[in-house]
């Protein structure tokens, strides 16, 4: 008998593993399609649902503390269709024209994704949760409700194994009650029909708990739900970190600059807003209270029940100019109001004896309510300027300083939190101007010199996000009494807030803390504290916790301010 050369035998050998791998890939895959193995099938597609629900939920996280990302919280499409057998198969669709199809897996850093019948799991988003278009501004915080539902019961997103084709056979396949018989068909289109893969579908109603007559099944469908409850947790975590980094750095420094005659080592903080419905509150705060909603009104260009035009007011009328240097005088002058919010003086002036002296003209006004809010400083609504007086010309703006102060209540006429300005300029040499012997000046101040501050602009590059999406309707605000408005200067806390587990000890200036979704499963927004925060934060007092987010605790807590 002829020997069979070694190098064949090697051959021979490995032709045989092939085989038996071979062997062994087709009786897995028989196994799935046979009846008799339902438990391996219903097992593999539990498997690949698990995985892409936890990289969904990942995913959602991650994307949301990208800084240029303004709907945090916002679920990928389903795949372009149009990527479909490309190198790019696999990839979210930019906007979704459609929120029901395939699963993006490239997307979510996952491999191809197959159910044990060999087809591509299907995808569906609630509305609210993607981005229909690239236009589109979502609205999405922990309040935000889930419009699909699956057996009655809402849900942001549904992942589905589909299964193998079914027929519609009489009193058999997909005739439970609400749905529509449809021979599904099993060839391949791009797109694909869904109701040729999902039975009982209807875009935002989903069943699974569908009946099962055996042989001639209702539905074959295998479906995970992405509830509130599922994605929250990750999505606050983020958006806490995001508050902390994008929010807090300009919340600390909206009272706490040479703006308003303050410096960071001494801050004011704005009072807060008594708590109640942030559904319907004007968020306007009030003083004397330390700890509520943030005061996130509006007083500019707004509209809806946060827009407070009225809400900065003048305290008195503005003093009339005055000469402060005492190098020359104003010799006639007359002060009107243009307008409601506008006051103006103008008059003539002289120079003294010593000509090249210098002139300088001020007003002042105190403005109410200044500290109810996150204001800034507009200098373009103080204006000075002058003119000859012989030959009239154009007014010629001169250059504007100013101070401001933030009141604490103490002086008869500014109330704590007003804000009491005084501006001016020096005016021109009238013999360098070749004036004559007097000339013309001008001063203007309007209330409009209050305006808002960049953290309540919706298309603010780095914390318009916080705006759109409401989320500080979720936020509860405290601050050291020592460092509100109210307080007399230099404004430094012996007494200041505490939150556990958070250094330093007994320093917080200024705290905010994310309440995240209601425990309690009430309906929000509401007016009950206790839906809001949990424990030692709802109790009103100074000391607040901050520990590990569970099933009864979910506040977040971000530290605005802390002394050293």
């Known amino acids: 008998m002829a020997r069979v050369p070694r ?82 198969e696999g990839r979210a669709a930019p906007s979704c024209a459609n929120p029901t199809g395939w699963l993006p897996w490239r997307t979510l850093g996952l491999r191809p994704q197959r159910d044990a019948a060999g087809r591509s799991i299907w995808y569906v988003v609630s509305p609210g949760w993607h981005l229909p278009n690239s236009t589109t501004s979502l609205t999405i915080n922990s309040d935000t409700p889930a419009q699909l539902t699956l057996d009655g019961r809402p849900v942001i ?77 990750a999505l606050e975590g983020a958006i806490a970190k995001r508050i902390e980094r994008d929010v807090v750095p300009e919340l600390r420094l909206v009272y706490a600059s040479a703006t308003w005659g303050l410096d960071a080592a001494h801050p004011v903080f704005p ?58 005088s104003i010799v006639s002058m007359t002060c009107v109001w243009e307008s409601a919010d506008v006051r103006r003086c103008e008059g003539q002036y002289a120079e003294a004896d010593e000509p090249w002296r210098p002139i300088r003209v001020e007003m002042s006004a105190t403005f109410t309510n200044v500290a109810m809010g996150l204001r800034a400083l507009d200098a373009s609504r103080l204006e000075v300027a002058a003119r000859g007086d012989t030959v009239i010309g154009p007014w010629q703006p001169q250059p504007v300083t100013y101070a401001a102060t933030m009141n604490d209540g103490s002086a008869l006429g500014r109330p704590a939190g007003s804000v009491t300005i005084t501006f001016g300029a020096t005016l021109p040499n009238i013999d360098a101007m070749g004036w004559g012997s007097t000339a013309q000046f001008r001063m203007r101040i309007e209330r409009a010199v209050i305006t808002d501050h960049a953290l309540l602009d919706p298309l603010a590059p780095s914390t318009g996000w916080f705006v759109r999406n409401q989320w500080y309707r979720l936020v509860y605000y405290a601050i050291a009494p020592e460092h509100a408005a109210s307080a007399a200067a230099p404004r430094s806390c012996t007494s200041c807030l505490q939150v556990t587990n958070v250094a330093p000890a007994g320093k917080q200036r200024a705290i905010l803390v994310l309440a995240g979704r209601s425990l309690s499963g009430a309906a929000r927004p509401n007016a009950t504290l206790g839906d809001f925060l949990e424990g030692a934060n709802a109790d009103l007092d100074l000391v607040f916790e901050s520990r590990a987010v569970n099933a009864s605790f979910n506040d977040r807590v971000v530290v605005v301010d802390a002394s050293l």
């Open 271 to 328: 009072f807060a807003v008594p708590f109640t419905n942030p559904g319907t509150s004007d968020f306007a705060g009030v003083a004397g209270t330390f700890q509520g909603l943030l005061p996130f009104n509006e007083i500019a260009g707004c509209s809806g029940v946060r827009c407070l035009p009225n809400l900065i007011a003048y305290a008195a009328p503005p003093s009339d100019a005055t000469e402060v240097l005492g190098f020359g």
């Open 157 to 233: 997103a549904l992942i589905i194994a589909a299964g193998a084709a079914l027929d519609a056979a009489p009193n058999a396949a997909q005739q439970a009650a609400g749905c529509v018989a449809r021979t599904q068909n099993p060839a391949l289109s791009i797109p694909p029909n869904p109701r040729d893969y999902l039975e009982c579908y209807s875009g935002t109603a989903f069943r699974s708990n569908l009946p099962d007559n055996g042989a001639n099944p209702v539905s074959n469908d295998q479906v995970v739900a992405i509830s509130a409850a599922d994605l929250l947790p």
């Open 7 to 88: 190098r064949a035998r090697g051959f021979a050998l490995l032709a045989l593993a092939v085989l038996l791998v071979l062997g062994s890939a087709w009786f897995a895959l028989s196994a799935f399609s046979s009846a008799a193995t339902k438990p391996a099938r219903t097992a593999h597609n539990a498997r690949v649902l698990a995985e892409a629900k936890a990289a969904l939920i990942a995913w959602v996280a991650t994307n949301a503390l990208e800084p240029t990302e303004m709907n945090p919280g916002r679920l990928p499409c389903p795949q372009a269709w149009g990527d479909v057998g490309s190198a790019n």
